[in-house]
């Protein structure tokens, strides 16, 4: 039959018609008289079932495999299924990146829309978990240059180790890491960088993220009684405080007092609560022991390191 009866039979249109031939999806018959395509019954079949498979939108490089028979007809809409799942996830990352935007934009003309900061929120969405995690290490060592940025970045990371599931969580994900770029980079003081970059906090610092993952989740564990007993325990066989140590108590105390200093990341801390407690599930366990172990720290009157905090504490902090 001609290629009227077909694009009759197929709705097709003459142009896609031509282009399946091309991708070699049908291979017409041609008569040299007459100089027109002889279509059998066989390839109007095959039309059909590609104009029928285009209409749920399976790729046409995924149709030609099944029909040289490389992939079964199940193979070919379980793979369609997962691609499907992909794009109704990037759907709605792009659904919540448009919510976000239209909640936050102050631009009038298409002109000032930051096109950068959409581009880097999308790509944030597509990060894997330990991706995730380096991307806001990468951001709070822009912010804060050196080991105070690894310092902020550890403190944030028992919080970003769950899979981002839900658009809830991504919702608190895109905020956070609009936060965070919202922040502006920090001018560090010559006293305080000194001794953010000395081996003694250098050491202190590598110390903690060697044991961040088991010691977080070992804290969460333990009843309330069980973290009192064991802080006891620590403090009580902790060695006597020297000269070194007591100035690197102080040091990191000015730390503290510089970071607090400032009221655009005080602001941040409060806001970026709510999306944390969103993306972690243990938030709450977490932030209470760490509460306790604080509060036991400074409580124990008997050891020299609570004595010597408060002492601390005591000459910067009057009020």
């Known amino acids: 039959m001609n290629i009227n009866k077909v694009i009759k039979i197929t709705g097709l249109t003459k142009k896609a018609i031509y282009y399946y031939e091309n991708k070699g999806l049908i291979s017409p018959e041609y008569n040299p008289e007459s100089g027109y395509r002889i279509f059998t019954n066989d390839d109007v079949k095959i039309l059909s079932v590609i104009a029928a498979l285009r209409h749920i939108d399976v790729p046409i490089e995924k149709i030609k495999l099944a029909l040289c028979d490389e992939i079964s007809i199940n193979e070919l809409f379980e793979k369609h299924l997962i691609y499907l799942d992909r794009s109704i996830d990037s759907m709605k990352n792009i659904k919540l990146l448009i919510t976000d935007f239209i909640h936050d934009n102050k631009a009038t003309n ?61 919702g608190a994900w895109l905020h956070l890491v609009e936060d965070i770029d919202n922040l502006e980079i920090y001018e560090i003081p010559n006293e305080i960088e000194h001794f953010l970059s ?21 804290v969460i564990e333990l009843t309330e009684d069980e973290v009192y007993e064991r802080v006891y325990e620590n403090l009580k066989n902790q060695k006597k405080l020297n000269a070194d140590d007591l100035e690197f108590m102080e040091n990191f105390v000015k730390v503290q007092m510089f970071i607090n200093s ?58």
Do not use: H
């Not at 290490?137 to 050196?146: E, N, Y």
């Not at 902020?152 to 991504?170: A, F, P, T, V």
């Not at 610092?205 to 060697?210: E, F, G, M, V």
């Open 198 to 218: 000395s081996e003694k906090f250098e050491n202190w610092i590598n110390q903690i993220q060697s044991k961040l993952n088991t010691s977080f989740k070992d």
């Open 262 to 319: 400032n009221n655009d990341f005080k602001s941040f801390l409060e806001k970026s609560q709510k999306n944390l407690e969103m993306l972690c599930s243990s938030y709450g366990i977490i932030k209470n022991r760490l509460f306790l172990i604080k509060k036991y720290v400074e409580e124990n009157k008997t050891s020299a390191v609570a004595k010597e905090i408060k002492k601390i504490k005591g000459k910067y902090f009057k009020n």
């Open 110 to 170: 298409i002109r000032d829309i930051k096109i950068e900061k959409i581009v880097d929120l999308r790509k944030s969405l597509e990060l894997s978990q330990m991706e995730r995690i380096d991307f806001i290490a990468k951001q709070f060592q822009r912010i804060f240059p050196g080991n105070l940025g690894k310092l902020y970045y550890l403190g944030l990371y028992n919080y970003l180790n769950e899979s981002i599931d839900s658009d809830e969580k991504k």
